[in-house]
């Protein structure tokens, strides 16, 4: 539904006319509310990063919520690509200590530190780095015309609009009631969004396999060596 359209059903739910542009803000908090709790498919978008020679980290694409996955691109190899193991700090740093103990090569293992992706081991030449990540949407629902940029969050936005505007009013009982069906709504989208039968996003940092004993003295040692995807 178009902004102006769900506005319409908040309106006649509280019987206020005066509150345009609370009921707006109150999308906008609903749509980020929900982004932080799920990745809805109409979310998602690629987003490359250049990784140079040398490097060992990159900055995150700009507005990133979550990231999916992580991909890593030989551009001198066509279009093939690899998926880049996401695993903790102290995992990564624990056994990896130092990059310059190893020789540099593709990346292979990372990590997250704020809004940058640190990866082990450093390039050994110019890479691009594909991130799958979801976004904030808050550009793409500002004015009455456009349509939710996340379809399936229509009535989770409505209860949620309805139950701040009651609340503002101080009617706390009707708010309470439109908040837990907000709760309701929000999870019924999320679970119609994983049974989409073409989402496969399920990070398993632990199951992709990872050939890393031309980098690793000691290859059997390494968690990361051996771990096939199922």
Sequence with gaps: MIRSALRTVVIGNVGRTDKDSLINTYFQLALDDAMTRHGFRDSLEAADVSAALDADSVTLPAGTMKVFEVRVIDPSAGSNSQKLQISSKKVVVGLYPSVTDYPSSQPQVGYFDGNRLFFYPKANKAYTIRFTISKQVGDDF?????ENPIRILD????SYAT???FMGLEQFDAGALWMRRYEI??????AVD?????RDLHFRPHQALVDMSRLTPEYWKDPFVGHRAR
Excluded: H, M, Q
């Design 155 to 158: 009535n989770a936005l409505i």
């Design 142 to 146: 500002d004015s009455d015309s456009k």
């Design 194 to 198: 994983e049974r989409n039968p073409a």
């Design 163 to 165: 139950a701040y505007l």
């Design 185 to 190: 709504d929000l999870t019924k989208a999320i």
